[in-house]
């Protein structure tokens, strides 16, 4: 699947090539594309959609923490409160 990020990236790289180079320019454009394309499949990339759900995930999961730490805390405090203190 391509992504417009990678039309575009080959588009500025294909225009910055010198005029020499034009008429090889749709082989050189199909090599480009196909490399590019080799290269980000064997990267361990997730979507952007992904990479969101993840986020809101791991901000629930911290926002659960925080509320248990505060729990914790407040149960310590009450049981140091009821302990008796050592004579």
Do not use: C, H, W, Y
């Not at 454009?29 to 992904?50: I, K, N, P, Y």
């Not at 911290?62 to 009450?78: C, F, N, P």
Request: proline content about 5%; aromatic content about 2%.
């Amino acid at each position: 699947m391509q992504t417009p990020d990678i039309e575009q990236l080959v588009d500025r790289i294909m225009n910055a090539l010198p005029q020499g180079f034009q008429e090889m320019k749709q082989e050189a454009d199909q090599q480009l594309r196909a490399a590019l394309q080799r290269t980000l499949s064997q990267m361990d990339l997730v979507t952007r959609e992904e990479f969101d759900i993840q986020r809101e995930v791991l901000l629930r999961t911290r926002s659960k923490l925080e509320a248990l730490e505060q729990q914790v805390a407040a149960l310590e405090q009450a049981l140091n409160n009821t302990e008796p203190t050592p004579k």
